[in-house]
């Protein structure tokens, strides 16, 4: 199995989607010898699809096809060599797979074919086992929260522990905490920006654009911030590095 | 029908709790010769509901019991002088509202009876049709998206346009937006801190502690700001002033 999830797709500043992860993906096109992959674009509520996919491929120099245009999107998935999932919406983009009866697809292609899953955002929420740790709006009227489940453990991307000075709603902080007082068996990995997870294989990295830590929340436990994944050692089966 | 439809509980820097609609709710509370409150806390995942409770009482000069206490609580609704509402998480005080049977007997002491409903943060939330446009994480494992509706348009509180520095996720004004495009037959009303919408019989008020406008969400609409409830007028069934 192949996992890259991503905090977010571009870092303030950066004009290039996926640009702070480039070095690795291109590393892992090239490994496999990957020269296309499917898009699935269903997070972006206001943005072109087939734009977006357009910009994938200059990035990663392959090409990329956006799902939408797939006959059988459950067949586009089955012929994937590599999976390509956008941010945006999180409530619209796990509807949208549920609908389109894209889970199990997507899970057995990868974990049975071993095609690799990058996915940011929102992207990145959906792997894991529910989306119960998105920072979006639920502006569907009709939602499920199950998700892939690629990844054992909740994400929360676009992780950040500043405030807005006056802003008197809850800190992403408070927000984790009280998941984790109603969900107290569980943990959350907070990504902040230009950070990410890979799975390759058994082996768990963790690599950051701007060598920030990442935070784990867990109900009762102080929260502290990491550099490497061997915090994670009991909560992933995976050899943590 | 009397609501009191308040953005956020405390305003930054002011220690009371409701004190800047303090004012309001102490006329409403004379006008109407009201003695004790029922408060329901449901929202509030860390805090202690009978010291919250207190505080409410301290505030208002009134009794103020918890209705965890009530070994009925719809029986508590239906006796109730006036409902507080507090804020913390909407998801778990939409779902406690439904589990404990409470969603009838609130509308219909709110409708029928015409009992004082006064929600803040997340119980301003459940007061409009769905609870779609909270900024709470969906921390439980089950959901209920429909609320209670008294007020007829969804309501986004806390709005604030401000936006931390290199933070990428969605900014408050695109979530609204994706809303309006998932959604494009209803409106938003975006408060910000201290302000509130008043419903008294079939006037609708706006009060800022700020002076501040609120906002209307609106797709293919341009969202602007007003200073006072006529901007409401096709949307609500009240007197705008």
């Not at 950066?14 to 496999?32: D, F, N, P, T």
């Not at 972006?44 to 797939?70: N, P």
């Not at 974990?111 to 639920?138: H, K, L, Q």
């Not at 008197?168 to 959350?188: H, I, K, W, Y």
Request: charged share 20%; net charge negative; glycine share 8%.
């Amino acid at each position: 199995m192949e996992l890259f999830l991503l905090s977010n797709g571009k870092l303030s500043g950066e004009a290039e989607l996926l640009g702070y992860a480039k070095r690795q993906l291109l590393a892992m096109i090239e490994r496999r010898n990957i020269t296309s992959a499917v898009f699935v674009p269903y997070a972006m509520i206001r943005g072109d699809y087939d734009q977006r996919a357009g910009e994938l491929s200059q990035t990663l120099g392959i090409k990329v096809t956006s799902i939408h245009h797939a006959e059988s999107p459950a067949e586009a998935i089955a012929q994937a060599e590599c999976i390509l999932v956008s941010g945006g919406n999180t409530w619209m983009l796990n509807q949208m797979l549920h609908e389109n009866g894209l889970i199990v697809p997507i899970q057995r292609a990868v974990r049975e074919r071993e095609v690799p899953y990058v996915g940011w955002s929102a992207g990145c929420n959906v792997a894991t086992p529910s989306i119960r740790t998105t920072n979006d709006m639920p502006v569907r009227n009709s939602v499920v929260l199950p998700a892939l489940g690629l990844f054992p453990v909740q994400i929360n991307p676009h992780y950040i522990d500043a405030h807005i000075s006056g802003h008197m709603g809850e800190t992403r902080d408070e927000r984790l905490a009280e998941f984790c007082a109603v969900n107290p068996s569980e943990s959350v990995v907070a990504l902040r920006e230009g950070s990410l997870l890979h799975v390759c294989g058994n082996d768990l990295r963790y690599f950051s654009a701007r060598e920030q830590g990442f935070k784990v929340f867990r109900h009762g436990a102080e929260t502290r911030e990491y550099q490497d994944t061997s915090a994670l050692r009991s909560l992933v089966p995976f050899t943590c590095h």
